[in-house]
């Protein structure tokens, strides 16, 4: 069950989610837990998940060690901050920062080099939705990024499939568009890592989240979890969505 705060929070609104979540979900062995604050905010989210299993990850990673690559942050700094996931290839990177298939790839085996779980995002828009093209879109994005991947490679991502139009306008896809999307990511997944690969890969929901409607989304066996944008600022709500 993973948050992801997108361009919210400072440091001291970091601190303060925690002490209010970590009560909240001190029973909660039955998932995984991660949450992605801005960068600048990691080492607070760190410090306040220390000796709990709440993962902390970025929301983006450079695809360099280090070099002249103004406003990029690499692998190797999230990663020494005591990081452990990072999110990639997200639609607002895509839409906004010009992100592509080739770049995602890029990130993605960045974050495995450093040790860090990319959690890669695909997704259609609502133009290819209404077009009838969504299964176009889904196999292009697999063919042209996670596709890239080698089979030890691809055994360490986390797949998050977040349909663009459900993203902040709560429209959530409902759990039947969801799991059709699950299952056509999961087929080309069995057809280029095979069958083993296809069935053990997480792949997770995203888009309008909320505490009344996890419970369904969870109840498809193809959805394995979920990326949680607006919900997973507010302790309250998120810890209502990690306990569905
Ligand atoms: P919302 O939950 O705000 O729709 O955002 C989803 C998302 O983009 C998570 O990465």
Redesign the pocket.
């Known amino acids: 069950m993973a948050g992801?705060w997108k361009m919210y929070k400072t440091p001291a609104e970091t601190i303060a989610f925690f002490d209010k979540f970590r009560p909240l979900v001190a029973q909660s062995n039955h998932c995984e837990i991660v949450i992605c604050p801005p960068f600048t905010n990691l080492a607070a989210a760190v410090e306040s998940a220390r000796g709990l299993p709440i993962g902390i990850g970025a929301q983006n990673i450079g695809w360099a060690k280090e070099g002249a690559f103004t406003g990029e942050v690499s692998g190797s700094m999230i990663r020494a901050l005591g990081a452990s996931h990072a999110i990639v290839g997200?639609s607002e990177r895509r839409q906004y920062f010009a992100e592509t298939d080739g770049t995602v790839l890029k990130r993605t085996q960045a974050a495995l080099e450093f040790e860090l779980t990319p959690i890669v995002c695909v997704g259609e828009r609502l133009e290819e939705r209404e077009t009838g093209r969504t299964e176009e879109l889904l196999v292009t994005q697999f063919q042209n990024g996670i596709a890239g991947l080698s089979e030890s490679q691809f055994a360490r991502i986390v797949i998050a499939y977040?349909p663009v139009w459900?993203?902040?306008t709560g429209k959530t896809a409902t759990p039947e568009i969801a799991a059709d999307a699950h299952r056509v990511i999961r087929s080309q997944v069995r057809a280029k890592f095979g069958r083993a690969a296809g069935d053990s890969v997480r792949i997770l929901y995203?888009?309008?989240?909320k505490p009344d409607n996890v419970k369904s989304l969870m109840a498809q066996p193809e959805i394995d979890g979920v990326?949680?944008?607006?919900?997973s600022l507010d302790p309250v709500s998120f810890a209502s969505i990690v306990n569905f």
């Open positions: 992801n997200h977040e459900a993203i902040g995203g888009g309008s989240v990326l949680v944008g607006g919900a």
